[in-house]
């Protein structure tokens, strides 16, 4: 289709965690800290189909490799490879009002000293309204899953998250 484009990427990073050995027990350095490489891939369209549609849908797989074998309470760390997504739908209804979509699912660590982690998944919905040519009223609504079910020991838990939005901005300048 006119202005729609399909892609596929490929993303390589490297983290690297600033160590506290200060600590008086259990001390992070670089022989046990959550240092690590990432390969991602992500596949999906974009499109920019006219004034009334526009976005994104990105779906791909993560590959996380950790320097460490161990963090500094002994746990293993685990080389985590699954699905991600990132996917942002915008619908402009009139050319001051916007309603956009967004779904995500990622890795997320939780601390550089340990090997705990979780699965973010989410979905959002969000509006916003431009009156008066200067103000922009929003509201939103998300829901979170975070899934801590692969932490080692009592930390296993899975966490729902609601969060809902208002606010207003105001425009100083016309740009």
């Not at 596949?43 to 490799?65: C, H, I, P, R, S």
């Not at 460490?68 to 915008?90: H, L, P, Q």
């Not at 899953?145 to 939005?165: A, V």
Request: charged share 25%; hydrophobic share 30%.
């Amino acid at each position: 289709f006119p202005k729609t484009w399909g892609f596929l990427r490929y993303h390589y990073g490297d983290r690297d965690y600033v160590t506290h050995p200060f600590l008086a027990v259990n001390p992070v350095n670089g022989d046990n800290d959550s240092d690590y490489t990432y390969s991602r891939v992500n596949m999906g369209l974009t499109w920019d189909v006219g004034a009334k549609l526009e976005g994104e849908v990105n779906f791909g797989y993560q590959w996380k490799n950790y320097e460490n074998s161990r963090d500094r309470f002994g746990n293993g760390y685990d080389e985590k490879d699954t699905w991600i997504a990132e996917t942002m739908v915008n619908y402009v209804m009139d050319p001051t009002t916007t309603v956009t979509l967004n779904i995500v699912r990622a890795v997320r660590d939780r601390r550089s000293g340990t090997s705990e982690y979780y699965i973010d998944t989410g979905i959002g919905l969000n509006g916003q309204k431009i009156f008066f040519s200067k103000f922009i009223a929003m509201a939103g609504a998300s829901y979170n899953n975070n899934d801590y079910e692969e932490s080692p020991g009592p930390q296993d838990r899975e966490d729902d998250n609601y969060r809902f939005n208002v606010g207003l901005d105001y425009c100083i300048q016309d740009w």
